[in-house]
């Protein structure tokens, strides 16, 4: 199986700073892209920023300067620095990793989601 381990998570002033780090192990024949959503109580989870293979990026509008998506491709970790952090932000951050398989039989892509780190940023 292929698991996510999050860490990094807390709580912060307004303004402050934060770095996410996820994790990934277990058998995983090609990593296609590695992200982060957030999810606030009451609402759906959302797309923070993700990190494709070749380097390329993606975020939500609402992060754009503020946060920064980063990887180790040898290490099969994923980052993401926040600043500037806003009571906004507030919310349970879930790594997640979409592997590509290629074998015949498997041919496709599989998503997986890491438990949950939890961000409070307090006024």
């Known amino acids: 199986q292929v698991q996510l381990v999050e860490s990094g998570g807390g709580l912060v002033q307004a303004g402050g700073s934060l770095r996410l780090s996820c994790a990934a192990s277990?058998?995983?024949?090609?990593?296609?892209?590695m992200g982060w959503y957030r999810q606030a109580p009451g609402k759906q989870r959302d797309l923070v920023a993700v990190?494709?293979?070749?380097?390329?990026?993606n975020y939500a509008d609402s992060v754009k300067g503020r946060f920064t998506i980063s990887r180790d491709n040898v290490k099969n970790t994923v980052y993401l620095q926040m600043n500037s952090l806003k009571p906004e932000d507030t919310a349970v951050y879930y790594c997640y990793l979409r592997e590509l398989r290629v074998l015949r039989s498997e041919i496709g892509e599989y998503d997986y989601w890491g438990q949950g780190t939890q961000v409070t940023v307090s006024s």
């Open positions: 990190i494709t293979s070749g380097g390329n990026t």
């Open positions: 277990g058998t995983i024949f090609s990593i296609n892209r």
